[in-house]
């Protein structure tokens, strides 16, 4: 019996920590307690107050050396006196200056030679579209696809009132279209057929089907054939017998279905009833005669030119 219990293996001892202990190794908390959980109060690692540190001091010195403290009138110009508006001020006197150049050069050049000089060419677009979207799209469209509705022109296509050269469009852009600022304004006036009792309304319908057979658009062909004559009496002396047009008077072609108020029978009927005014201002008052030659230059590019 004593041999078998000699030979008996014995569980190893276990080492258990010492709670007292174990409470004297542990962080002191600061007291705070959320959901039970307790916040320990451990020191912040020195490199991070030393970086702290270093940010106040920092701080003191970017406040003395640059502006900062904001005051009544203006803010303290700081001891570089830096001036981030008048840095952007003298980069834009800068590209001013150097843009300048080519402006003396669009002024000394004719308008037809713009385009055989690339590089000026390339700049009278740029310098052009910028003016344009700032000073133009507010009518015919950013990107110059004008409103029907209100009757500001399509830039791009080719169909052009006054004349598409270079030569055209800048004397439109630089006295616009019938108004009383310029006596040089481009000026046209269609009569008001309906309005002033010279057609009445059934000779009306039958002048608007025969134009929009010009353009071979949908018509009444009866109406259109009794409104062939009607049209050659009162029309077309300004938008010639095949509705060609006139663009050097202002009268727009009505046989291609580009239309400034639009080609349906109602909008046609009004435009022979009431007649159409519309007025495009002058910018020869607005603009630099070279920026409005860059502007002629970047619309003349737009719909091909003539």
């Not at 015919?140 to 004008?146: F, L, N, R, S, Y």
């Not at 353009?215 to 017998?241: F, R, T, V």
Request: charged share 25%; glycine share 10%; net charge negative.
């Amino acid at each position: 019996m004593a041999e078998e219990s000699e030979n008996k293996v014995k569980p190893p001892s276990r080492q258990y920590p010492d709670p007292a202990k174990k409470l004297e190794q542990e962080v002191k908390t600061t007291g705070h307690t959320w959901d039970g959980i307790e916040e320990y109060d451990n020191p912040m690692p020195r490199w991070w107050v030393w970086i702290f540190i270093i940010t106040i001091v920092w701080s003191f010195g970017y406040w003395i050396a640059y502006p900062a403290w904001p005051g009544i009138q203006s803010a303290t110009s700081g001891l570089l006196g830096y001036s981030s508006r008048a840095n952007v001020a003298a980069e834009i006197a800068d590209f001013e200056d150097r843009n300048e150049v080519f402006f003396a050069q669009l002024v000394d050049t004719d308008l037809d030679e713009i385009r055989e000089d690339d590089e000026l060419h390339r700049f009278a677009i740029n310098a052009g579209g910028s003016v344009f979207r700032a000073q133009c799209s507010q009518c015919h469209g950013a990107g110059g696809a004008g409103v029907q509705a209100a009757g500001y022109p399509n830039l791009l296509n080719d169909d052009w009132l006054w004349g598409g050269t270079m030569e055209d469009i800048h004397q439109t852009i630089r006295y616009g279209i019938r108004n009383e600022d310029f006596m040089d304004a481009r000026w046209s006036e269609m009569p008001a057929f309906g309005r002033d009792g010279l057609l009445d309304d059934e000779e009306i319908d039958q002048v608007v089907n025969y134009v929009l057979s010009l353009s071979a658009s949908d018509h009444d062909a009866e109406l259109a054939s009794a409104g062939q004559e009607l049209y050659e009496i009162n029309c077309a002396s300004c938008h010639m017998d095949d509705g060609s047009g006139d663009y050097f008077i202002g009268a727009p072609a009505l046989n291609n279905q580009i239309w400034l108020y639009g080609g349906s029978p109602e909008a046609i009927r009004h435009t022979i009833y009431y007649s159409r005014f519309g007025v495009m201002p002058g910018f020869a008052e607005r603009l630099r005669d070279a920026e409005i030659r860059a502007v002629a230059a970047y619309v003349h590019q737009l719909g091909g030119g003539q």
